[in-house]
Nanobody, 116 residues
Framework: QVQLMERGGGLVEVGGSLTLSCVAS????????MTWYRQAPGQQRELVAT???????FYSDSVKGRFTMSRDNVKNILYLQMNNLKYEDTAVYYC??????????WGQGTQVTVSS
């Protein structure tokens, strides 16, 4: 049974940094495309970043240059390094994949709150 678990959310000041992680059981990140999504209150879910099985990464325009998605192939952990955080980055962040599956797996999400 596949389980995804996000960790690392919390409260951070504007301009600060936070690193999220996604730990999986039953799913090998090395051979699957994975994606971070986020959803703010009252907003639609938004794609944040994707990493392919080859390790190529893609970012939404809203986070490009500030967020970095990476993968530890040995520990089978995904990361989302978030720098220069803004109020509008406040959301629940989800790890999901394989992206190309009709019904990908989703974690339970982790809350990120950016405040002054």
């Amino acid at each position: 049974q596949v389980q995804l678990m996000e960790r690392g959310g919390g409260l951070v000041e504007v301009g600060g940094s936070l690193t999220l992680s996604c730990v999986a059981s039953g799913l090998d990140f090395r051979i699957n495309e994975m994606t971070w999504y986020r959803q703010a209150p009252g907003q639609q879910r938004e794609l944040v970043a994707t990493i392919t099985s080859r390790g190529d990464t893609f970012y939404s325009d809203s986070v490009k240059g500030r967020f970095t998605m990476s993968r530890d192939n040995v520990k089978n952990i995904l990361y989302l390094q978030m720098n220069n955080l803004k109020y509008e980055d406040t959301a629940v962040y989800y790890c999901t994949g394989p992206t190309n599956w009709r019904i990908p797996y989703w974690g339970q999400g982790t809350q990120v709150t950016v405040s002054s």
